[in-house]
Every structure is written in C-alpha cells, then in structure tokens.
C-alpha cells in the first residue's frame, strides 16, 4: 500500500523557519503532490500544490510569499520551505497526492500522509 511519509516539524518561534519533507512508499513522480494543515478546532486546509514535474505551483494566499513547495523532478520526495513562521501557522501539516499530474485545487486526493506537527510560539 502506497504511503506518504512527512518529517521536518517541531516548534519554533515567530521568525523562524522549518522545512518539511514528505517521502513516498512508492513512485509518486507521475502524479500531483500538496500540502494541507489542520489547526486545532478548524477544517482541514489547502497550503500548497505542485505539478508531477514541479513546473507548476499553487499557493494559498495566507502563505504566499512564505512558503515554498518543490520537488525534485522523478522523484518521489516533496518539500514545504516555510519561511516567517507565524503563530497562525501553528497546526498538523499533511503530505497528499492527487490522481493528477497537475495540481488542481479541491480536486480529489488519492493519498493522504499521517501528519507532522508545526508549532509557532510568539
């Protein structure tokens, strides 16, 4: 069974800056790959997405400018460059895929990761 495994989180302080990794249980390099976070009391959201070949990239508004997705192209690792933390940032952050080889927001996702913890203290 195909697995996404994330790594990188921890708790840090406003300013500063984290990078996650999502790793895959098999090839992934054919198919779109995000990042959402969940903070405590609120729905899952969209953070970032990422085309099969990283030409092409999505960010949600609250983080653009801060954060960046990449991959290296064939492989199956992905990663979420967060930079400027904020206390907002504070949540449980998921690798995904989708069917896809382009990311297309709110589009289905075949694969979900376990989640990494980020805490932001101010």
């Known amino acids: 069974q195909a697995q996404l495994i994330e790594s990188g989180g921890g708790l840090v302080h406003t300013g500063d800056s984290l990078r996650l990794s999502c790793a895959a249980s098999?090839?992934?390099?054919?198919?779109?790959m995000g990042w959402f976070r969940q903070a405590p009391g609120k729905e899952r959201e969209f953070v970032a997405g990422?085309?099969?070949?990283?030409?092409?990239?999505t960010y949600a508004d609250p983080v653009k400018g801060r954060f960046s997705i990449s991959r290296e192209y064939g492989k199956t690792t992905v990663y979420l460059q967060m930079n400027s933390l904020q206390p907002e940032d504070t949540a449980v952050y998921y690798c995904?895929?989708?069917?896809?080889?382009?990311?297309?927001?709110?589009?289905?996702?075949?694969?979900w990761g376990q989640g990494t913890q980020v805490t932001v203290s101010s």
């Open positions: 995904a895929a989708q069917y896809s080889s382009a990311w297309r927001t709110g589009a289905r996702i075949s694969t």
């Open positions: 098999r090839t992934f390099s054919n198919n779109a």
């Open positions: 990422i085309s099969w070949n990283g030409g092409g990239t």
